[in-house]
């Protein structure tokens, strides 16, 4: 039987040196062609492409704005911090930024697609499609009738969703629901195209589209009972457990509830 030899302690410790001068070796020559690369002008950042969404920026003015934010080169550039930069500009929801070799950035832009004013009249706020409350230039909106929509801090989505939930009813009967609010209670409040303000009561969405239901679906009836088209609404008050009470323009009466038959 073959004995196994071992091998001497300082052949070893020979062998562990070598490979830990070649460890540290190959690690300063990386470093040395890492830091020499960082600084060659060949890698400097000479060109940024923007696709994507660009209909309220252009690509160009987007280069010249955001270019003179970026630092380091093609190796040494801080994506994250570029991407903060694109995202900086207005009405530019996410930016996708990422390296293209030897010298450029290559940047994939999404917009906010406005569908609301939010805060109280005047403010310049908007809501996007997503929920999310941004800052833009209010003359850049490109649809001409925006819906405002108010509510406590960090309820733009549920606030939107309810008008979505809502403004096909008011639709249907030739209406539209131009400003709808939460109310710090939780409460809801609306006001039509024709100036018409509705107190619609708190609860679930469920019970609130309910609700304003029940009141559209009687509305027809009890607005030709005085001889007046659903228009004619100045005020409704959908808060009543089994009614509601409205008041008409050009009606005088004490019979102001009408209750659900």
Not at 16 to 26: C, D, N, P, R
Not at 175 to 191: C, P, S, V, Y
Not at 196 to 224: H, I, M, W
Request: proline fraction near 3%; aromatic fraction near 8%; glycine fraction near 8%.
């Amino acid at each position: 039987m073959k004995e196994t030899l071992a091998m001497p302690v300082d052949v070893k410790l020979m062998n562990m040196t070598a490979s830990a001068l070649f460890v540290a070796f190959a690690l300063m020559v990386v470093a040395a062609v890492t830091g020499w690369a960082s600084r060659h002008p060949m890698f400097a950042i000479r060109g940024i492409s923007v696709s994507g969404e660009v209909t309220h920026n252009n690509a160009v003015t987007l280069r010249a704005n955001v270019a003179p934010r970026l630092n380091g080169t093609f190796f040494t550039m801080d994506l994250t911090r570029a991407r903060l930069a694109f995202e900086s500009v207005p009405w530019v929801r996410q930016a996708v930024v990422r390296r293209e070799f030897p010298n450029r950035l290559k940047v994939l832009l999404q917009e906010h697609q406005a569908v609301a004013y939010w805060g109280v009249e005047g403010e310049s706020r908007l809501v996007n499609s997503f929920g999310e409350v941004f800052e833009a230039n209010v003359g850049e909106v490109e649809q001409e009738a925006l819906p405002r929509l108010n509510g406590p801090d960090g309820q733009a989505a549920q606030v939107l969703f309810m008008y979505q939930t809502l403004q096909p009813l008011f639709e249907a009967m030739e209406m539209d629901l131009e400003h709808l609010e939460q109310t710090g209670h939780g409460g809801w409040r609306a006001r039509l195209d024709n100036g018409a303000a509705l107190e619609l009561g708190g609860g679930s969405t469920d019970e609130v589209l309910a609700r304003t239901q029940r009141f559209l679906k009687t509305l027809t009836q009890v607005t030709a009972h005085y001889g007046r088209q659903p228009d004619a609404l100045e005020t409704a008050d959908l808060r009543h457990e089994d009614g509601y009470a409205i008041r008409l323009r050009g009606v005088t009466t004490l019979a102001a509830e009408v209750q659900k038959k």
